[in-house]
């Protein structure tokens, strides 16, 4: 994981010394939603945003760089900090309910995308000054994520990795594919307003702390006891059904706890703002720089990147 990072800081820091002609830095705030184990509607676990609870929509705010390598293709680096939550509370599913785990996680994503566009208008009004566009977009990548999720307990938010729920500590990092859609209009050639909605799928079942069966109790400690199963906590429950939640080999031999066959993922939604950086044409020195320089290297125009 280390190994990724640096190569990705390294891509992204040659392209911006070595290229430093058409890209634009910039800010994104939007929503987030999750979907995984916790919450959801009325049936078992589905995919996608079919199971997906609007009442725990939550924010991310990131920033950005952005580097055009081809006519219609872009590469970005963005790191966000984003929020996900869920409650079973929340569910009609009365196997959920029943379980009643909850979850907040704040997390950090990294990710590296590329970007190609589908569609493009790069004169709006037909102006023929080439000052104002629109650019649509499909994207995909890979990205890293920093992950930490944590219960309501108590009157408090407690981190639920260290205590091992499952009887298994899972990592803080890992793997995330981000795909999506997106576009932004340009305004003046320097001003940036666009919108993107990012799906990333991870490599891990653990944003919720959620992933397969009960731990045996022997092996927790009384707080990790505590939050691993939280049915007790209900009152006016029917007994029998209460025995299909937490670890017991005899009264419950399936041991489920969540639904190990599906990873977890997160959607964003966002609106950006970014500012085109100023830097060397190529294309006119090539062409002009000998005649408007007086022979004299180096004395080349400086334009605001095409977009």
Not at 19 to 47: C, H, M, P
């Amino acid at each position: 994981m280390k190994n990724f990072l640096i190569i990705l800081f390294l891509i992204c820091f040659t392209t911006v010394v070595n290229a430093q002609r058409r890209w634009d830095y910039g800010i994104a705030l939007g929503v987030s939603n999750y979907l995984g184990d916790i919450g959801g509607k009325e049936k078992t676990r589905r995919d996608f945003v079919a199971d997906m609870k609007m009442a725990k929509t939550r924010w991310n705010v990131g920033g950005f760089g952005r580097f055009k390598v081809l006519p219609k293709v872009s590469i970005k680096l963005a790191l966000d900090y984003i929020r996900i939550e869920g409650d079973d509370k929340l569910s009609t599913n009365p196997a959920r309910n029943a379980r009643n785990l909850n979850f907040r996680n704040d997390m950090f994503d990294l990710g590296f995308t590329g970007e190609y566009f589908f569609f493009e208008d790069n004169d709006l009004g037909n102006t023929y000054r080439y000052k104002n566009g629109f650019r649509a977009y499909f994207f995909g990548g890979v990205g890293a994520m920093y992950t930490n999720p944590k219960a309501n307990y108590n009157g408090g938010w407690v981190k639920l990795r260290p205590l091992q729920t499952e009887g298994y500590k899972y990592k803080s990092v890992v793997m995330n594919i981000p795909v999506g859609i997106g576009c932004y209009f340009t305004f003046e050639k320097k001003h940036r307003i666009g919108f993107e909605a990012n799906w990333r799928t991870t490599f891990t079942d653990y944003l919720d702390d959620i992933h397969d069966g009960w731990a045996d109790p022997s092996t927790l400690s009384s707080e990790g006891l505590a939050l691993s199963n939280r049915t007790p906590e209900l009152t006016g429950l029917d007994p029998e059904f209460a025995k299909n939640f937490g670890y017991d080999p005899i009264t419950n031999p399936t041991n489920k706890r969540g639904d190990k066959t599906h990873k977890d993922s997160y959607m964003t939604m966002s609106l950006s703002y970014s500012y085109v950086i100023k830097g060397k044409s190529s294309f006119y020195r090539g062409h002009y720089g000998h005649f408007f320089g007086k022979h004299k290297r180096g004395k080349v125009r400086k334009i605001r990147a095409k977009f």
